[in-house]
């Protein structure tokens, strides 16, 4: 493949109809291989996919790179991977009868503002707790688009005010005696995690298509957890033993192999009780690689080596990543593919930061 060359293609496993009740066919591919969830775990299709693979070739590395590109995955509002999640947790809050969100996010949260913009094209509202973090531009320019969103904003500033104000957010959000939806940062409980469930399954099913061989690792920034559960979960019930390489840059959550491993059960869990026969799934947190340092002094702290990251990118291989996130993670798989840590691959790494234009009514 040449540079600007991508692969596409969704799966040929049936055409089964949208859970959304259109017949529409070609639904996502978790309802494909099993149809039993097709009622039970709805889903709300708000990007188009597959996402584009292509070839990092410019980066000249010891190891062959590819880049899956979910910067581009959305219909508008705010993309990238908070909109995956999305599409399996705005169906769930209809399931429990809530038209609140409540969940949690730094300043310049881009989960936050994602639920806000979907959620509301759905009639769904949506309250952010918001914890501090070092203020930028970039970060007073996102206030300005939340604050445009149209979500209850709760500046509770730390991780513990935040836990000790949660009784008074849910009293203060439950309207006709239905509680909001809690979620927890980015999204990364047991249903948004099936986000990535799919992507790993779109993945494999793109490799398939072009006869691309099994990458030997798949590298992704780790802010919540719920994409690298996802993944990891996907790969195997893909029966690919690509591991995956997680780069931790939130310094307030834990973060690590066991952690997202637990989540990753948890999703295969809901999926066996929504009627999936999904057999048991061989993971183990030996079988992730999280990583932590290239995330600086904590959370929305920029790094040099993000800084050179995200130039380089942009240059040599058309990437606009972002500095807490997608740079650090660009970072990580520039210095461990120099270090011949990942062999001759192919490595793909994920591209998750996809901001859009705030609707003109936004």
Request: proline share 7%; aromatic share 6%.
């Amino acid at each position: 493949m040449g540079e600007a060359d991508g692969v596409g293609e969704a799966d040929d496993v049936g055409d089964v109809g949208d859970a959304d009740g259109s017949g529409v066919p070609h639904g996502p591919l978790l309802h494909r291989r099993w149809p039993e969830l097709i009622g039970p775990l709805a889903h709300l299709r708000l990007g188009a996919g597959p996402t584009p693979l292509r070839p990092l070739d410019a980066l000249d590395l010891p190891a062959q790179v590819w880049c899956k590109d979910d910067s581009v995955y959305g219909t508008g509002g705010w993309g990238g991977n908070k909109v995956r999640k999305l599409e399996w947790i705005l169906p769930e809050a209809e399931r429990r009868g809530t038209r609140t969100l409540l969940t949690v996010g730094g300043l310049a949260t881009n989960w936050g503002l994602a639920a806000a913009l979907y959620a509301r094209e759905h009639g769904i509202h949506t309250a952010l707790a918001l914890i501090d973090q070092p203020v930028t531009d970039d970060v007073r320019e996102q206030l300005r688009r939340l604050r445009r969103s149209g979500a209850a904003l709760h500046f509770t500033r730390t991780k513990l005010r935040t836990v000790a104000a949660a009784p008074w957010l849910f009293l203060r959000h439950t309207h006709g005696g239905r509680p909001p939806y809690f979620l927890p940062a980015g999204g990364s409980d047991p249903v948004g995690t099936l986000g990535y469930v799919e992507a790993a399954l779109e993945l494999a099913a793109q490799l398939r298509r072009a006869g691309l061989p099994e990458p030997t690792h798949l590298v992704t920034a780790v802010g919540s957890g719920g994409t690298a559960a996802g993944l990891a979960l996907g790969l195997r019930i893909a029966g690919l033993r690509t591991r995956l390489v997680g780069i931790v840059v939130n310094d307030t959550l834990r973060l690590d192999a066991p952690t997202v491993v637990a989540l990753a059960h948890r999703s295969a869990r809901l999926l066996r009780r929504r009627g999936a026969p999904l057999p048991p799934v061989a993971l183990d947190p030996a079988d992730l690689l999280v990583l932590r340092g290239w995330m600086g002094p904590g959370y929305g702290h920029g790094t040099a080596q993000a800084t050179a990251a995200q130039a380089l990118a942009a240059t040599r291989v058309n990437l606009r990543l972002d500095p807490v996130y997608t740079a650090k993670a660009f970072a990580a798989l520039m210095e461990l593919a120099s270090d011949h840590r990942f062999g001759r691959g192919p490595v793909v790494f994920l591209h998750t930061h996809g901001p859009r234009s705030m609707p003109a009514n936004g």
